[in-house]
């Protein structure tokens, strides 16, 4: 499963966007935004980006 999401990451290009002092992950239009994978994932990196 790991290797899934990995994937899935990859594929969709990920990036991160500067917006209202926020740091978000954008996957683009047509992704569900509300998986829990994802959702569990970008609040990881926002506590690690976090000073």
Do not use: C
């Not at 990995?6 to 500067?18: C, G, N, P, T």
């Not at 996957?27 to 506590?47: E, I, P, S, T, Y």
């Amino acid at each position: 499963r790991l290797k899934t999401v990995l994937q899935e990451i990859m594929y969709r290009a990920a990036k991160f966007v500067a917006h209202a002092r926020k740091l978000i992950l954008d996957f683009g239009r047509g992704f569900a935004g509300h998986v829990q994978v994802f959702v569990a994932l970008q609040d990881r990196l926002l506590k690690a980006a976090s000073p």
